[in-house]
T-cell receptor, first 114, second 117 residues
Framework: GNSVTQMEGPVTLSEEAFLTINCTYT??????LFWYVQYPGEGLQLLLK?????DKGSNKGFEATYRKETTSFHLEKGSVQVSDSAVYFC?????????????FGGGTRLMVKP | DGGITQSPKYLFRKEGQNVTLSCEQN?????MYWYRQDPGQGLRLIYY???????QKGDIAEGYSVSREKKESFPLTVTSAQKNPTAFYLC????????????????FGPGTRLTVL
């Protein structure tokens, strides 16, 4: 089956620090990969995505590269801000699923201190 | 503005009562989904629907029911058979039916927090 594993949080950083949140996956087909962000009390927002190997998704200073050889999609940001404090979810979707459903990791809480 | 709306934002229910959570989208998306999120955990799929008048069970469908009478609406009923219904419920939608990489991201509503008293 499909599964996504993320590093457990919380991850606590000071403002302007470098961020890495690790994500690895297993999939029965060729997946598309996503990072979603959830701010307190809100729904999930799509942060970035990549649909094929070596693609780099980027948005709002965040980046992630689809690494098929290591089955990974690690999230990075060069300089975090307090406003980046949220829960981050890695997810995959395999296009030949009946419902094209998302499989989520457990989420990683990021806390950025001023 | 296009988007997904869920109502109410907060909902309280007494034990033994059924309650219905609303989800509406004006994105003209074909597929719609319901997820449950428990504190500190990821999302688990309850039900999904790819077209009107058709829906399938997800991983944790027991104690829940849905309907899809209109393309833009996908209400979820939490029945008294759901033994632990207190959770955050998220609705999502996705454009297209085909397994295309161009349309496989899901867009989420703001969620409804259900508390059983």
């Amino acid at each position: 089956g499909n599964s996504v594993t993320q590093m457990e949080g919380p991850v606590t950083l000071s403002e302007e620090a470098f961020l890495t949140i690790n994500c690895t996956y297993t999939a029965t087909g060729y997946p598309s990969l996503f990072w979603y962000v959830q701010y307190p009390g809100e729904g999930l927002q799509l942060l970035l995505k990549a649909t094929k190997a070596d693609d780099k998704g980027s948005n709002k200073g965040f980046e992630a590269t689809y690494r098929k050889e290591t089955t990974s999609f690690h999230l990075e940001k060069g300089s975090v801000q307090v406003s980046d404090s949220a829960v981050y979810f890695c997810a995959l979707s395999v296009g030949d699923n009946a419902g094209n459903m998302l499989t989520f990791g457990g989420g990683t809480r990021l806390m950025v201190k001023p | 503005d296009g988007g997904i709306t869920q109502s109410p934002k907060y909902l309280f229910r007494k034990e033994g009562q059924n309650v219905t959570l609303s989800c509406e989208q004006n994105l003209n998306h074909d597929a719609m989904y319901w997820y449950r999120q428990d504190p500190g955990q990821g999302l688990r799929l309850i039900y999904y629907s790819q077209i009107v008048n058709d829906f399938q069970k997800g991983d944790i469908a027991e104690g829940y029911s849905v309907s899809r009478e209109k393309k833009e609406s996908f209400p979820l009923t939490v029945t008294s058979a759901q033994k632990n219904p207190t959770a955050f419920y998220l609705c999502a939608s996705r454009k297209g039916l085909a397994a295309s990489s161009s349309y496989n991201e899901q867009f989420f509503g703001p969620g409804t927090r259900l508390t059983v008293l």
